[in-house]
Every structure is written in C-alpha cells, then in structure tokens.
C-alpha cells in the first residue's frame, strides 16, 4: 500500500528485480532478506525507537499485492522509516492477485490482498512457509469501495441503488437517464449520456468485494459470484485502481469502482450506494467503519478473516466496503528479516497508524478486532 499517491517510483523498480524471498526456515531458502539484512549497512535488528514508541527492526523488506492499499503504506513507510534509519521498505502496488503470486514463489516477505488466501492458494503459501508451517491472514487496512462516476452538469451525490448498480456493471442499463437511475434521484435531471463502466481487468481483492456486495445484495441482477477476476458482463477492464479511476475520470459517462482515497484522489463524485434494505449510504470513513463493526471475526491459532454481514442495513452503515489483509508466514520466517516483519506491521496495527487511516481514504480497524490482529502479529516467529 504506498506508491500511488506519492510516487515512490523506485520501489517498483527494487522489486522487480527481486528474486528471492525473506521467510524461510532451514529447510525454506532465505530470500533477499538475507542479503538486505547484511548488505543495507545494519544488523537483523535494532533497539526500538524509545521516541516514537516503534519496534525498528533494520534491513530491506519487498512487498507486493494490493493498490487498495497503497496510498496507506505509503504513509506508513515514510512514518517507519523516519524513525528507523535502518530500515527500507518497497511496496509494488501490483494487484491482489500479482502479490498472493508473489509470496507464493518467494519473491516478497509478505503480501497485500484485498480477500483471503483461497483453498487453491492456502496449500502453496503454506509450503512457501516452509515444512509443517501456515500461511496466515492478517487483516490491517479496511476501506470503503466507492462507486466513481463522471456525469456532467450532476452536482449534487447520486443515489444508485444496489439493483442499479447491478444493472450497470451487467450492461442492461445503458444510460444516465435510465428510468431506473431517475427513479433512484427525483428531481434531478440527469443527461442521456452512454454510461461507459470499468472495472478491474487484472485479479484483485476490489473486484471481489465490490462483485460480493452486488451479488449478497442483489442475486437476481448480478447472479455471479464474488470473484478476484471480475465476474460482470462487458465494460472495459483497467489495471489496479488508480487505473480505473483515471479512466473514469478522462472519460464522459463514466462509472467504476475504486477504494475510496482513489475517488479522492482524482476530485470524482462519488454515489451514495443502496444497502438490503433500499436505503441510500454516502460513502465516508464513517459510515464505513460502522458496516465493518459488524463484521464477524474467524479466528483459527493465527489467522483472522473477517466475514461482512451484507443483511446489516442501517443508513449510516456503508455495504460496499473491503479489507485488505497482510498475507505472511505465522512461523518459518527467516530470523535475519523477522524483527523489520514484525516491526512494520506491528506499527500499522498500532494506535498511531491506524488512526492516520481517516486522513488517508481508509477505516480504522473496530478495536475488538484491533487487539485480535495485534496479537496475530506478536506471534509471528
């Protein structure tokens, strides 16, 4: 989660020539943290940062997978390396599906992913992890998925119910002047506009999520199944989310979906979106966190899931949300990059960085599930 809003440019390029993999144990190859921790001019680890109250570990951590998250790590990568002078980190915002990839054939010490590790996937992160060892889910950035529109001479929110929508990303509603889309805003004169929607053409965790509230919400019209690929009829397909919402944003008459802080980011409008009940939600932080609250916590040892209860209406409660879950190595983590794995995401489950989230386009996490993710990460080994 850093690059996009802030460009940290080189981060891309480190990664890509990353080969090698820090988790492992003596029977798991030890990746390039193994040389980041010897040639990055410091020891596996390092006093912590009494000031700030941060546990520094020293070295090089890559990481790859969701740009939902980017402009979140982002922040805290700049946050975790001004108080630890040893440490860098490099983020490729490449996609849910790209990151799970990459942890999966050593290539970062731990990805980002916007859904949990699969039944097709858990086996092969599990061996990664090395003999006898689990590949956990770790869920740290929760957001709200906005639904972006560029629809000329519309000023005030639009309000776009679940069945809308489902119509629009399917291609039965082909125009702003839909009578389904004038029957969701009274009163507002809308323009014959072709409705032009994107989505995700790469595998990702915001397709998922956006694809599971439209399916929870309104089987009937988007009877497809949540899926990383985007399971919807036509449309054009752009890669990772600040892909989208430029193209929403350069293009009459268009719609996608993107985390919040994307909308942002590019000045778009964003829709006030229906839940199971009918009632129209704007899409805040706020509102966000109170969908999320309710969310039921799956604990197994380590590992943490979360499940949406898309039946909660309430018309401060926003449905269309995600969380983006850090996917690492419960145990079987090679010791020379442990200390800098625990010590950047034991930061951005602290207090201080999950407080920034708001400033960010995020949601912080609920407290309850807060103290269950911090000692996910106590035990890491």
Known sequence: MKLQRFALAAGIGLLATATLSACGNDNNDAGPADSASSGAGGSSSAPSSAASGISCGSGTLTLAGSSAQANAISKWTKDYQGACSGSTINYNPSGSGAGVTAFEQKQVDFAGSDFPLSADDQPKADARCGDGNKAINIPLVPGAIAVMYNVSGVSAPLNLSAQTLAKIFNGKITTWNDPAITKDNPGVDLPGTKITTFHRADKSGTSYNFSNYLNQTDAADFPAKADKQWPGSGGQGQNGSSGVAQAVKTTAGGIGYAEISFAQANGLATAKV????????????????????????????????????????????????????????????????????????????????QGELPATGYVSLPKNIQTLVQSSVASLS
Request: proline share 4%; net charge negative.
């Open 274 to 353: 229906g839940n199971a009940k009918g009632q129209f939600v704007e899409a805040t932080t706020q509102n966000a966190s109170a969908f999320i609250a309710k969310a039921k916590a799956q604990q197994n040892g380590s590992d943490l899931q979360l499940a949406f209860d898309y039946s909660y209406a309430d018309p401060s409660a926003y449905p269309a949300v995600l969380v983006t879950y850090e996917i690492a190595c419960a145990k079987g983590n090679f010791a020379g990059q442990l200390p800098l794995i625990k010590g950047f995401l034991s930061y951005g489950a602290g207090d201080t960085a």
